[in-house]
């Protein structure tokens, strides 16, 4: 993983916007997040969490036969982020290409690397989430500009025995509410114009409460699929590692699945919700920490705009880091602490 230096704090967000620390932490968890310098792009981001996964598998980046980016914020339509990512990475060999599945895409950037690699058509995915949402959102609006933060989180996927690994995943739409979550101009649809920039149209807009709703359903859903598709129950789960949108949605998906909060990861507190990058991100922490063995069952799931969800569900195959001691900053539900 890779987070930005720059510590925006909830208080700094209330000398811009109309808000509270006690609001945001009360409503969803989030103390502070982090932004990126106005020099570095996605790809910049993407490439140290990248680098840093490489050197986790011991491998280098000609092993690389496909690089999956998830992200809503690339640097440029064209060409993709993972092309881009690719040329400064030095993956000569690798084919690269964007998701574009909002906070779900890491979990569809999973699914993808499992098809390649069930199938033979790849060996070695490399599947990064990242995001730049300072970049995207809209300071003059409290119901989005206290919610996001940036970072990236990286992933190298390869083949395992079967029953190991990556057991399921599943992965939904909505687009008929795609509207909940929306940058509304800048596409095919409504290009670029003074008259969209004006309007403010190029920022994530979103409503709120209804996004609420259909997140706590559709994850709860998703990751029910999962482990029945692996054969699993939520009591066979170490781990849940949940997309980091909101405390609240955490805590209720948590309560539908009547999982005990120390085996749910949470860290939105200090990064706010980083998007296709969260997932990633905490998996990363988990990791370092020593929280997960091998044969540990952990389960992702997520939400995003689209409407997306989805879940996976893999049994833990690698070991312990060198130097993980088990007490790394990654912490559980209930020790986040609340107003
Ligand atoms: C956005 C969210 C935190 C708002 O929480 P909520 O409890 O639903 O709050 P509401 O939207 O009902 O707003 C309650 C009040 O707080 C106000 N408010 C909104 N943002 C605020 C902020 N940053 N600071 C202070 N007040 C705020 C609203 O204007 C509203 O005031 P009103 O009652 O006078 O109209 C919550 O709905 C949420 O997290 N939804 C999911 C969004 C999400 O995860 N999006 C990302 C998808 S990956």
Redesign the pocket.
């Known amino acids: 993983m890779y987070v930005p230096d720059k510590v925006v704090t909830n208080h700094d967000l209330a000398k811009i ?4 620390d006690e ?2 932490v009360e ?2 968890g989030i103390r502070e997040r982090r932004f990126s310098a106005p020099e570095q792009a996605s790809s910049d981001l993407a490439l140290i969490a990248a680098q840093r996964a490489l050197d986790m598998a011991g491998i280098g980046p000609e092993d690389i036969d496909q690089i999956v980016v998830a992200t809503t914020s690339p640097d440029r339509y064209l060409p993709s982020c993972a092309c881009t990512v690719q040329a400064k990475l030095g993956a000569t060999r690798a084919a690269a290409f964007d998701i574009y599945a ?2 779900t895409g890491f979990i569809y950037g999973l699914s993808v690397a499992r098809g390649a690699i069930g199938t033979g058509m790849a060996d070695t995915v490399l599947v990064i989430g990242v995001e730049q949402l300072s970049r995207i959102m809209d300071f003059k609006d ?2 989005t ?3 996001f933060g940036d970072g990236a989180g990286a992933a190298v996927l390869r083949p395992c025995t079967p029953g190991d690994g990556i057991r399921a995943v599943s992965i939904h739409s909505d687009g008929m509410i795609g509207d909940l ?1 929306e940058i509304p101009s800048g596409g095919s649809a409504r290009p670029a114009s003074h008259e969209t920039v004006d309007r403010r149209e190029h920022y994530i807009r ?1 409503k ?2 209804e ?2 709703k259909v ?1 706590v359903r559709g994850m709860d859903d998703s990751l029910r699929k999962a482990l029945a598709e692996a054969g699993l129950t939520p009591a066979d789960l170490e781990l849940v590692i949940p ?1 980091q ?2 405390l ?2 955490i805590d209720a998906v948590r309560e539908r699945t009547g999982l005990p909060p120390e085996r749910v990861i949470v860290n939105i507190d200090r990064y706010g ?1 980083t ?1 296709s990058a969260s997932i990633p991100i905490t998996l990363d922490e988990v990791v370092r920490a020593g929280r997960l063995k091998p044969g540990d069952h952990v389960g992702f799931v997520a ?3 689209g409407i997306t969800w989805g879940a996976s569900v893999a049994t833990w195959t690698l070991p312990v880091p060198a130097g993980a001691n088990g007490t790394g900053r990654a912490h559980v539900a209930a020790e986040v602490p609340r107003t």
Request: hydrophobic share 45%; net charge positive.
């Open positions: 916007v109309d808000t509270s609001w945001i409503r969803t909002a906070c409290r119901n500009c206290v919610l979550l979103m709120g409460k996004l609420f997140a997309h949108a909101n609240r949605i919700n998007s939400f995003g705009g």
